[in-house]
């Protein structure tokens, strides 16, 4: 599974859009990114998943350049509950038996 | 309509003690996990069990078992208790097969206090 680095934390405001970068430089042609979104109190979340360019759903937007050694999630329109701890993992999870790593995560604060 | 269950949601203990916390996942999934996250909020996995079989168990002390009666349920078993086993323990679940890169589906958690 590919090291990954994300900021520890970041504060935002409400009504912003936040954006986390996340790099894994060592990612592997068949690894994807994934990304988990954990409240206080609460177990992880499934957000977002991708394997390159762009992908959009109903919650976040993941952006992934052409050498895939980083990727972007983008929260638009942040509101009061969107702090949580957002986690970046990169990986061929079938292939590690299903195995998530999670790192530190990065800790996000919106803010009135 | 819980998709992910567990029990208890705070478990206060002496050390010594044996204790067990259950899973039950009402998806339908085949493959069930337990992690552990600590004070640092680092998570990470103990167990990874598919269809009844142990498909990954990281380097836990065997005091930790889990066991599986059937695909909706698997449970942790923790024998003679100790303090640095305190900790948020959470069981997953997911599907094999699925489209995505195995998207799994957490609990809401069993806070495992050892006094």
């Known amino acids: 599974l590919a090291k990954t680095t994300q900021p520890i934390s970041m504060d935002s405001y409400e009504g912003q859009e936040v954006n986390i970068t996340c790099s894994h430089n060592n990612i592997a042609t068949n690894d994807y990114i994934t990304w988990y979104q954990q409240f206080p109190s609460q177990g992880p979340r499934f957000i977002i998943q991708g394997y390159k360019t762009k992908v959009t759903n109903e919650v976040a937007s993941l952006f992934i350049p052409a050498d895939r050694k980083s990727s972007t999630l983008s929260l638009p329109r942040v509101s009061l509950s969107d702090t949580a701890v957002y986690y970046c993992?990169?990986?061929?999870?079938?292939?590690?038996?299903?195995?998530?790593?999670f790192g530190g995560g990065t800790r996000v604060l919106v803010k009135p | 309509d819980t998709a992910v269950s567990q029990t208890p949601k705070y478990l206060v203990t002496q050390m010594g003690n044996d204790k067990s916390i259950k899973c039950e996942q009402n998806l339908g999934h085949d493959t069930m996990y337990w992690y552990k996250q600590d004070s640092k909020k680092f998570l990470k996995i103990m167990f990874s069990?598919?269809?009844?079989?142990?498909?990954i168990n990281e380097t836990v002390p065997n005091r930790f078992s889990p066991k599986s009666p059937d695909k909706a349920h698997l449970n942790l078993h923790i024998n003679s208790l100790e303090l640095g086993d305190s900790a948020v323990y959470f069981c997953?679940?997911?599907?094999?097969?699925?489209?995505?890169?195995?998207?799994?589906?957490f609990g809401p958690g069993t806070r495992l206090t050892v006094l």
């Open positions: 993992l990169v990986g061929d999870f079938k292939a590690a038996g299903n195995k998530l790593t």
């Open positions: 069990y598919n269809n009844k079989e142990l498909i």
């Open positions: 997953a679940s997911s599907l094999e097969g699925r489209t995505r890169n195995n998207e799994q589906f």
